[in-house]
């Protein structure tokens, strides 16, 4: 089964880093986002990754990650650059 996967990324301020004409639906709501992907699921292990070109120079701070697939959030995280 294939899956889309959408990538939303905040910089240090809380600003969604995204073109504003990209949107997907998730968790009942019209989202933009950073960059998507599809993968090919198999529940086998797999390890993915997706690529992402920041638009803007990165800054110092903390950066939050969130991942969504089939309508949900799957994970999020927090990368401090400094």
Known sequence: DYHKIYLRVFDPAGNLIANENDMFEADGQDMQYSTSTSISYNDDNTSY????????????????????????????SDIELR
Request: hydrophobic share 30%; aromatic share 18%; charged share 15%.
């Open 49 to 76: 990754s997706m690529n992402w070109i920041n638009p803007n120079e990165f800054i110092k701070g903390t950066y939050s990650i969130i991942l969504y697939s089939d309508g949900y959030t799957m994970g999020r």
